[in-house]
């Protein structure tokens, strides 16, 4: 067996390790059966997708989703976007805030910042939730939605910070100092040379933290007290003992071609820019 076919057979069986679940989860999400299952096929059926916007009547006249909250399923979600909106500014500005700092300050403290800064993304989801929870409460806080954007943007704000640097990198830093000898403030060479090139990190980094915010579990469960997200509400309907409902097949089904549908069409935009 030569080394190219070795390689091939690797990467056949990682791509198999890696799509095979999700290739499963969709084809479950339009069989019959509850909980999924592939073996046991029992019709195609598109209900699991419309459980969000089926009639009462119906609803109640199905065995499966009449046992389901689909209200407290949509509240969920729309806690999430609320996390979510208030997540994605606030990690924006810290990210900014501590990129700018550190690539803008040079100091022998530099590499402990770094760290500094950079920890709450290694630290356990458990630990900063929990941290938030306890933080909060001894200043007579009750754990919510306000905890569970507390506790996100602790770690949230490190990932546009890490994008926003390596941006801030490649900007020749004579640009700046040549407004600033022309008699700019800092706040109009900061306005009108550095946010500008920032602008595509910027967007990049903001879709980075609303997807982290979004499906976060480990920090959220343990910072909502008696809310709700949509990462939460999804990983109790996976607890259930008699196994899970096929309309978290369906979500997920529907947030990979969302996915798959957001790339493509960056990927066409780009390609159509490089031909112009």
């Not at 909980?35 to 699991?48: A, D, F, M, Y």
């Not at 109640?60 to 208030?86: E, I, M, Q, T, Y």
């Not at 990927?267 to 159509?272: A, C, D, I, M």
């Amino acid at each position: 067996m030569t080394a190219q076919r070795l390689l091939n057979l690797y990467t056949g069986a990682f791509l198999l390790f890696m799509f095979g679940p999700l290739i499963l989860m969709i084809i479950t999400s339009v069989n019959d059966a509850s909980p999924p299952s592939v073996t046991n096929w029992q019709g195609l059926t598109g209900k699991w997708y419309s459980f969000f916007w089926t009639d009462e009547t119906r609803l109640r006249a199905d065995p499966v989703l009449r046992s389901l909250d689909r209200d407290r399923f949509v509240g969920c979600f729309g806690n999430s976007l609320r996390v979510a909106a208030a997540v994605v500014p606030l990690s924006l500005l810290l990210g900014l805030a501590g990129a700018v700092f550190l690539t803008r300050w040079r100091s022998r403290a530099n590499s402990l910042l770094w760290w500094v800064l950079l920890s709450p993304m290694l630290a356990p989801g458990i630990v900063l939730g929990l941290s938030a929870l306890v933080f909060w409460g001894r200043l007579g806080i009750n754990a919510g939605l306000f905890t569970i954007i507390m506790a996100q943007v602790t770690f949230v704000a490190g990932y546009p910070m890490l994008i926003l640097m390596a941006r801030l990198q490649r900007q020749p830093v004579e640009l700046e100092e040549a407004a600033l000898d022309l008699g700019a403030t800092p706040l109009r060479v900061f306005t009108r040379i550095t946010l500008p090139f920032l602008l595509p990190a910027l967007a990049s980094a903001a879709v980075i933290s609303f997807l982290a915010s979004m499906e976060n579990y480990n920090t959220t469960m343990f910072a909502k007290g008696g809310s709700c997200t949509f990462a939460t509400e999804i990983g109790a309907m996976g607890r259930n003992p008699n196994g899970h409902p096929p309309v978290i097949n369906a979500v997920g089904t529907v947030i990979i071609l969302l996915t798959v549908s957001a790339t493509l069409a960056h990927t066409f935009l780009l390609r159509k820019e490089a031909r112009d």
